[in-house]
């Protein structure tokens, strides 16, 4: 079974400081943490897809206008409070599997070493109707 | 996944453009010609590592491929009865093995033909890379796919309709003419550096199954630095690859982070690369006329000749982007020679440069990265900090956010020095926005 693990970034949850303004060692470990997840679950075989987005500063909002021009707004957004900021797609046998993945995402290190205790939204990605018997 | 041994893969990657030249000048239909050339690329790459390569292996691909073109054209014949197209491209020596006549001179052209026609000026740059891979580099759909990380599906589409847009633009199998000549062969030397460059912004960090498009793309160049070895920009383009290639084992540290040109371990770079580069552009430039790729290879040359970082001639790479200037119109120029003015004349003059970027530069992740880094030189560390974060936060690049990310939070970190309370993840005040670490992309 498929699942997307999303990382959704909430300015009015988070109880850190943002990436940019931790010491370097701190940013250093964060990295080498995400690293040797990512090349554990390929290993594993679980693998399936894992994307970062770039900050909301470069996005854009499109919805079509009633037949006519779409209107485009552009970032940055002062209003929005969460952005989706990356995610993992993996393939594992069970929804446990999933959430224990989440979980070690969840706890990536942050300031101090301490974890970041992130929300990871689990999803099932829908499949293919079973097979008819 | 097993892979044929080497020398398999790349006997058929030199093939591949030649039995596609034949077969498309024989049939005259490229489209086909290059489809069947894949099939027997894959039939090749399972069988011959298998039963051995064959005595003949350009007459075999030929012969398999062109077997292909038959039957593929069969099928249409029984499908929709015969079309007009059909009849006259049945081969009668279908089944013979095309004469050692095919000489060398044919296809030694056919491989620049085909490079010209992959490169066409109707097809996007995707899509003439792509299309480039496959036709000219004899890579597998598959392969280019994994390398551009998208499905292969996908790739399998781009690149059948590049070729839907090579035939409805008409454009013949032949070489251009006089006329056409610089700017057609502008158009391939570009595509080959965009490979280039795909494969060297990629190659940060342990990219998993990436093909290695850098080593592609130079063994490309070479292919036609070989068949035009005259061409000044030909040449410089192969240099350019060469000396900046060179330069990769060391772009990486152990962690997978970026290590900037000035402090990159200079034992590290591959010096036969570096003298072949210096080689290359040392005998081109002479010759002139010089271009864009020439006056860049001898950027990258200045720097890798530097025995450190301190010893590098900024007035000669800064002379040189003045040379660029006027020659090349590409914004990101600018930015080059702003550092080097920097470099020469100090970080004021280098800024200053910079105080009225062209628009195309305004919000582009690197202007604020070059400021920043001008910034620090001029010991605003502030306005440094500052700068690198904005970058940091416009750069779509994960290793490029990192350093970015990393070079700010140390100049905060000596800021804090000062002090020294060791508490806090340094210049919390001014935290504007907050944001996470994406990290999520396997580097």
Same mark, same amino acid.
């Given at each position: 079974?498929?699942?997307?693990?999303?990382?959704?970034?909430?300015?009015?949850?988070?109880?850190?400081?943002?990436?940019?303004?931790?010491?370097?060692?701190?940013?250093?470990?964060?990295?080498?943490?995400?690293?040797?997840?990512?090349?554990?679950?390929?290993?594993?075989?679980?693998?399936?897809?894992?994307?970062?987005?770039?900050?909301?500063?470069?996005?854009?909002?499109?919805?079509?206008?009633?037949?006519?021009?779409?209107?485009?707004?552009?970032?940055?957004?002062?209003?929005?409070?969460?952005?989706?900021?990356?995610?993992?797609?993996?393939?594992?046998?069970?929804?446990?599997?999933?959430?224990?993945?989440?979980?070690?995402?969840?706890?990536?290190?942050?300031?101090?070493?301490?974890?970041?205790?992130?929300?990871?939204?689990?999803?099932?990605?829908?499949?293919?109707?079973?097979?008819?018997? | 996944?097993?892979?044929?041994?080497?020398?398999?893969?790349?006997?058929?990657?030199?093939?591949?453009?030649?039995?596609?030249?034949?077969?498309?000048?024989?049939?005259?239909?490229?489209?086909?010609?290059?489809?069947?050339?894949?099939?027997?690329?894959?039939?090749?790459?399972?069988?011959?590592?298998?039963?051995?390569?064959?005595?003949?292996?350009?007459?075999?691909?030929?012969?398999?491929?062109?077997?292909?073109?038959?039957?593929?054209?069969?099928?249409?014949?029984?499908?929709?009865?015969?079309?007009?197209?059909?009849?006259?491209?049945?081969?009668?020596?279908?089944?013979?093995?095309?004469?050692?006549?095919?000489?060398?001179?044919?296809?030694?052209?056919?491989?620049?033909?085909?490079?010209?026609?992959?490169?066409?000026?109707?097809?996007?740059?995707?899509?003439?890379?792509?299309?480039?891979?496959?036709?000219?580099?004899?890579?597998?759909?598959?392969?280019?796919?994994?390398?551009?990380?998208?499905?292969?599906?996908?790739?399998?589409?781009?690149?059948?309709?590049?070729?839907?847009?090579?035939?409805?633009?008409?454009?013949?199998?032949?070489?251009?003419?006089?006329?056409?000549?610089?700017?057609?062969?502008?158009?391939?030397?570009?595509?080959?550096?965009?490979?280039?460059?795909?494969?060297?912004?990629?190659?940060?960090?342990?990219?998993?199954?990436?093909?290695?498009?850098?080593?592609?793309?130079?063994?490309?160049?070479?292919?036609?630095?070989?068949?035009?070895?005259?061409?000044?920009?030909?040449?410089?383009?192969?240099?350019?690859?060469?000396?900046?290639?060179?330069?990769?084992?060391?772009?990486? %540290? /152990?962690? =997978?982070?970026?290590?900037?040109? !000035?402090?990159?371990?200079?034992?590290?770079?591959? @010096? $036969?690369?570096? *003298? +072949?580069?210096?080689?290359?552009?040392?005998?081109?430039?002479?010759? %002139? /006329?010089? =271009?864009?790729?020439?006056?860049? !290879?001898?950027?990258?040359?200045?720097?890798?000749? @530097? $025995?450190?970082? *301190? +010893?590098?001639?900024?007035?000669?790479?800064?002379?040189?982007?003045?040379?660029?200037?006027?020659?090349?119109?590409?914004?990101?120029?600018?930015?080059?020679?702003?550092?080097?003015? $920097?470099?020469?004349?100090?970080?004021?003059?280098?800024?200053?440069?910079?105080?009225?970027?062209?628009?195309?530069?305004?919000?582009?992740?690197?202007?604020?990265?070059?400021?920043?880094?001008?910034?620090?030189?001029?010991?605003?560390?502030?306005?440094?900090?500052?700068?690198?974060?904005?970058?940091?936060?416009?750069?779509?690049?994960?290793?490029?956010?990192?350093?970015?990310?990393?070079?700010?939070?140390?100049?905060?970190?000596?800021?804090?020095?000062?002090?020294?309370?060791?508490?806090?993840?340094?210049?919390?005040?001014?935290?504007?926005?907050?944001?996470?670490?994406?990290?999520?992309?396997?580097?």
């Amino acid at each position: 079974m498929k699942y997307m693990l999303l990382m959704q970034f909430s300015q009015e949850n988070a109880d850190f400081p943002g990436l940019d303004q931790w010491k370097p060692e701190e940013i250093q470990a964060h990295v080498r943490f995400m690293q040797r997840t990512n090349a554990d679950l390929a290993a594993a075989g679980e693998l399936v897809d894992a994307q970062g987005l770039a900050m909301p500063e470069t996005a854009r909002i499109v919805r079509s206008h009633g037949g006519g021009a779409p209107v485009v707004t552009e970032g940055p957004f002062p209003e929005s409070k969460e952005w989706v900021a990356g995610w993992w797609i993996v393939d594992c046998d069970t929804e446990r599997r999933a959430i224990e993945i989440a979980a070690a995402v969840s706890a990536a290190p942050g300031p101090g070493g301490r974890p970041l205790d992130m929300p990871i939204e689990v999803r099932q990605i829908m499949a293919a109707p079973p097979a008819e018997l | 996944m097993t892979s044929p041994a080497p020398s398999v893969e790349d006997l058929l990657r030199k093939l591949a453009p030649q039995v596609v030249g034949v077969l498309t000048r024989r049939y005259g239909d490229f489209a086909a010609a290059e489809d069947a050339v894949q099939e027997a690329l894959l039939d090749a790459v399972t069988q011959w590592p298998a039963e051995g390569a064959p005595r003949n292996p350009r007459g075999w691909l030929i012969q398999v491929a062109g077997r292909r073109m038959t039957e593929q054209v069969r099928s249409e014949q029984a499908r929709r009865r015969r079309e007009e197209l059909v009849a006259g491209s049945v081969p009668e020596d279908r089944r013979c093995v095309p004469g050692a006549d095919a000489g060398d001179e044919g296809s030694r052209d056919d491989t620049l033909t085909l490079l010209f026609l992959c490169c066409h000026p109707v097809l996007s740059p995707a899509s003439a890379i792509a299309l480039t891979l496959r036709s000219v580099g004899g890579l597998t759909t598959g392969e280019i796919a994994r390398a551009f990380l998208v499905p292969e599906a996908t790739m399998g589409q781009r690149i059948s309709r590049a070729k839907q847009r090579i035939k409805a633009s008409g454009a013949p199998f032949r070489m251009p003419g006089a006329a056409q000549w610089p700017a057609r062969l502008d158009a391939v030397l570009h595509v080959l550096y965009l490979i280039f460059n795909e494969g060297y912004a990629g190659s940060a960090g342990p990219e998993l199954r990436r093909v290695e498009l850098s080593r592609e793309a130079i063994r490309l160049t070479r292919a036609v630095h070989a068949l035009l070895p005259h061409d000044g920009e030909v040449a410089g383009l192969l240099a350019l690859m060469l000396l900046t290639e060179a330069r990769g084992p060391a772009r990486t %540290g /152990p962690d =997978g982070e970026l290590v900037p040109l !000035a402090q990159q371990d200079r034992g590290r770079w591959d @010096a $036969a690369a570096i *003298a +072949e580069g210096i080689a290359l552009i040392t005998a081109a430039l002479p010759r %002139g /006329p010089v =271009g864009p790729y020439q006056v860049q !290879a001898a950027i990258a040359a200045v720097h890798d000749e @530097a $025995a450190s970082a *301190a +010893e590098t001639d900024w007035p000669q790479i800064l002379a040189l982007y003045g040379v660029l200037a006027r020659i090349s119109e590409n914004p990101l120029i600018t930015l080059n020679r702003a550092v080097a003015t $920097a470099m020469v004349h100090g970080p004021a003059a280098g800024l200053a440069l910079l105080a009225d970027p062209p628009p195309m530069l305004a919000g582009h992740y690197r202007l604020y990265a070059v400021r920043a880094h001008l910034h620090e030189l001029a010991g605003d560390h502030e306005a440094a900090i500052a700068d690198y974060r904005t970058a940091a936060r416009r750069t779509a690049s994960l290793p490029e956010r990192h350093h970015l990310s990393l070079r700010a939070a140390r100049l905060a970190a000596t800021a804090d020095a000062g002090a020294e309370a060791g508490t806090g993840a340094g210049a919390d005040t001014g935290a504007e926005r907050k944001g996470p670490c994406a990290s999520s992309r396997p580097e």
